[in-house]
Every structure is written in C-alpha cells, then in structure tokens.
T-cell receptor
Framework: KAGVTQTPRYLIKTRGQQVTLSCSPI?????VSWYQQTPGQGLQFLFE???????NKGNFPGRFSGRQFSNSRSEMNVSTLELGDSALYLC????????????FGPGTRLTVL | QKEVEQNSGPLSVPEGAIASLNCTYS??????FFWYRQYSGKSPELIMS????GDKEDGRFTAQLNKASQYVSLLIRDSQPSDSATYLC?????????????FGKGTKLSVKP
C-alpha cells in the first residue's frame, strides 16, 4: 500500500505571498490532519478533515485554512505569509481520525524570506 | 493555554536498561494520550496510545496513565540503540465542538551501546 505523499517537498516564498500544500492520504483513509513542526514550538496540530468536513482544529489564525476533496486528498493554504510560518508542514492520514493510528507523510519544508 | 510538558533531555541510558519517559498535561478534560517516536530527519510514528488509568503493554513498551496526577509515562525495556529518537507525548482534548491534539516538545533519548 502506498504511503502518504506530500507535494511539494520544498518551497521558498516571500512574506505576504500565499502558499498551497497538497497531501494524498493512504488509500481508504478518510481522515487527513495537518501539523506544523518548528524547532521552537515543536509539533503543533493545525486541523483535521474527515469526509470533506473540518472536524477538529488547533489554535492557529485564520490565515491557515484547508480543504478536503471527495477522494480524501487534502490541501492546506496559508495566506499572507509571515517569517514565522517557516516550518515543516506534515500531514497524516488515518481511517478514523486523530485518535486512530495516524501515518505521517514526509512533509513540506516551507521557507519564508 | 492547554499544555503538555516533557523533559527535553537528552536522556541517556545504556543498552539493555529501562528508559523512562515522562509527560504531564494541564487539561483535566483530556481523555486520550499518545506516544510518538520521531527519528532525526524523519516523520513521527505512533508507538502507543492509552485511554484508561493504569498500564498498557506492547512488546518492550509500557505506557502508564494516571489521570488524577495528570501524568503519562512511557517505559522502554531492554533499550536498544535503535530506540534512540525523540519521543513526543500528545493529549487529545475537546473544547466546544471540536477537538485538539496537543503535543509536548519531546524528549530526546540516546541509548548507548
């Protein structure tokens, strides 16, 4: 079974721009969660989508948004990028949700200049 | 602000010893707890989940939960150099209609041959 894939793997943007990251879950998984990982703050939960609906949400500003398509693929968008948004963005998929066994993708490394 | 606290380490143990990793959480409403392992440069992987007070064993790993003390621990018996990684503790809690998964910043474990 193919694992979780994320594209692109690396991205460089400048302040004020917006960015869209993509995540393809493991086949059959309906839940996709997004995380931000930085050296200072560690791993932080952004949000979870299940069957195209946002079901759970962490403490991030509205600049961070996401969506999920009918094939369970998910996108995350960050608008008006700030320097502090530089991070590794991970997505994880699971059959049932954030309390299930989640399988993480390799991540997208975003650098904001 | 709901928090999960871990000693950042590094925790160094000799091969074959028991490694004890600890975690405290601030939200009494948390019901589900997780231990993730993250090797350097890799994505996290779930190794244990625990929902009830007491111990839960899986191979060389034992998770312990004490909700009264708001304390979660992970014991690794017969530690191996391959166990050297950062271990992340996470707690799930619900506020309103949506859940959140809060991670500690991780404890770095080093197992010396």
């Amino acid at each position: 079974k193919a694992g979780v894939t994320q594209t692109p793997r690396y991205l460089i943007k400048t302040r004020g721009q917006q960015v869209t990251l993509s995540c393809s879950p493991i086949s059959g998984h309906r839940s996709v969660s997004w995380y931000q990982q930085t050296p200072g703050q560690g791993l932080q939960f952004l949000f979870e989508y299940f069957s195209e609906t946002q079901r759970n949400k962490g403490n991030f500003p509205g600049r961070f948004s996401g969506r999920q398509f009918s094939n369970s693929r998910s996108e995350m968008n960050v608008s008006t990028l700030e320097l502090g948004d530089s991070a590794l963005y991970l997505c994880a998929s699971s059959p049932g949700g954030i309390t299930d066994t989640q399988y993480f993708g390799p991540g997208t490394r975003l650098t904001v200049l | 602000q709901k928090e999960v606290e871990q000693n950042s380490g590094p925790l160094s143990v000799p091969e074959g010893a028991i490694a004890s990793l600890n975690c405290t959480y601030s939200d009494r409403g948390s019901q589900s707890f997780f231990w993730y392992r993250q090797y350097s440069g890799k994505s996290p992987e779930l190794i244990m989940s625990i929902y009830s007070n007491g111990d839960k064993e899986d191979g060389r790993f034992t998770a312990q939960l004490n909700k009264a003390s708001q304390y979660v621990s992970l014991l690794i018996r017969d530690s191996q150099p391959s166990d050297s990684a950062t271990y992340l503790c996470a707690a799930e809690n619900y506020g309103g209609s949506q859940g959140n998964l809060i991670f500690g910043k991780g404890t770095k474990l080093s197992v010396k041959p």
